[in-house]
Structure formats: structure tokens, C-alpha cells
């Protein structure tokens, strides 16, 4: 099955300051690369998503980066602020279609 | 628009009984998908089911199965509870198979 990591574990950042997050697998055949914000409590929600016939998407302050080649992405979130605190998870898929998602990145901005 | 929902929100169980989750996804949307996510992990997917047919699973128990109804509904059944099956359990819906997925707001099942 598909192996995924993402790092770091935790981000702490001040606000206003950038957050990378970056996720590697390990199935060349995933061609579906999402981002979902989890906050304490609540469910996952989609913040942004690409597909593997495109190399970057932008979002207003997110952006998602996809090197196919070395297998990884990577979320960036700029001008962070507090509401941006949570768990952020990647879930490539594509090749067998089962959703694999990473163990989440605490992400904490401090005001 | 509704989201997706599902039913019930919490529930307490004891080891060795039975559960029955359910979900109801974005209307137009054929998939529905069933995660287990424990605190502190990322979901763990169980299945997906499109179009009523079973199109993934992942690596849980046979004691673990799901069913999708001919309005896209579906059910998830774990028999023979065990502590560790204690978690959210969250239901996400798409419009096909390989697409945006939508959660709804889990059944948080603890197992006594």
C-alpha cells in the first residue's frame, strides 16, 4: 500500500510568518494530491487540492506545490494567522484508490 | 444545500456488541467512503463504495462491514466490539470515484 509521511509533526510560527507543510509517498500512480484542515473537534475539510497534470495551484494565501518526480507536495500557507491553527493532513490517492492520509501537522500560530 | 450527515453523533457501547453507523451524503454524490480516525492520527480508511458496489477497502477486520442503499446512502457495521475500536468514524461523500471528498461531522463510538 501507498507510504506517506509528512513533516514536521508540529509547526509553531509567529503570525504573520510562512508555513510549509510537506507530504512524500511512495505510489507513482496517485494522481490526486489534497490538503484537509482538521480543527479540535470538528471534521476534516478540504482547503485545496491538485491534480498530477498540474505543477503548483494557488488560493489566496494557500498554495500547493507537486514534484511528481520525487514523489512529494508540499502546502505553503502565507500571512499565517491564529484561525489557520489546526491539523493539517494530506491524503494522496489515485493508483488503487485507497485514500492514505498522513499522520497530521499541528499547526500552531501564535498572535 | 444539506452535507453530508450522519447518525448517530455519539454513542456508548460495551465489548462484544454490535454497531450500526450511518450516513447520508451530498445529494448527487454516488460515493461514499467510511474512515476511522483515533485521537491524536490521521483518518484510516475502511472502505468505498460507488455506485453500490464496493470499490476499496483497507486493512481492518472482517468484523468490519458496510453497505451502500439504492439512494447512495449507507451503513457502517463493526460486530464484535473491541476497546480498541473506540474512535471517530467519519463517512465522506464524492461525486465519483476519484474525486473531492466531503466528511461529515463522525459518530464518536466508545467501547466500554
Known amino acids: 500500500g501507498e507510504n506517506v509521511e509528512q513533516h514536521p509533526s508540529t509547526l509553531s510560527v509567529q503570525e504573520g510568518d510562512s508555513a510549509v507543510i510537506k507530504c512524500t509517498y511512495s505510489?507513482?500512480?496517485?494522481?490526486?494530491f489534497p490538503w484537509y484542515k482538521q480543527e479540535l473537534g470538528k471534521r476534516p475539510q478540504l482547503i485545496i487540492d491538485?491534480?498530477?497534470?498540474?505543477g503548483e495551484k494557488k488560493d489566496q494565501r494557500i498554495a500547493v506545490t507537486l514534484n511528481k518526480t520525487a514523489k512529494h507536495f508540499s502546502l505553503h500557507i502565507t500571512e499565517t494567522q491564529p484561525e489557520d491553527s489546526a491539523v493539517y493532513f494530506c491524503?494522496?490517492?489515485?493508483?488503487?484508490?485507497?485514500?492514505?492520509f498522513g499522520r497530521g501537522t499541528s499547526l500552531i500560530v501564535h498572535p | 444545500d444539506a452535507g453530508v450527515t450522519q447518525s448517530p453523533t455519539h454513542l456508548i457501547k460495551t465489548r462484544g456488541q454490535h454497531v450500526t453507523l450511518r450516513c447520508s451524503p451530498i445529494?448527487?454524490?454516488?460515493?461514499v467512503s467510511w474512515y476511522q480516525q483515533v485521537l491524536g492520527q490521521g483518518p484510516q480508511f475502511i472502505f468505498q463504495y460507488y455506485e453500490k458496489e464496493e470499490r476499496g477497502r483497507g486493512n481492518f477486520p472482517d468484523r468490519f462491514s458496510a453497505r451502500q442503499f439504492p439512494n447512495y446512502s449507507s451503513e457502517l457495521n463493526v460486530n464484535a466490539l473491541l476497546l480498541g475500536d473506540s474512535a471517530l468514524y467519519l463517512c465522506?461523500?464524492?461525486?465519483?470515484?476519484?474525486?473531492?471528498?466531503?466528511f461529515g461531522p463522525g459518530t464518536r463510538l466508545l467501547v466500554l
Open positions: 465522506a461523500s464524492s461525486l465519483g470515484h476519484v474525486e473531492t471528498q466531503y
Open positions: 445529494s448527487g454524490h454516488k460515493s
Open positions: 505510489d507513482s500512480a496517485s494522481n490526486y
Open positions: 491538485i491534480r498530477s497534470n498540474v
Open positions: 491524503a494522496p490517492s489515485g493508483g488503487s484508490y485507497i485514500p492514505t
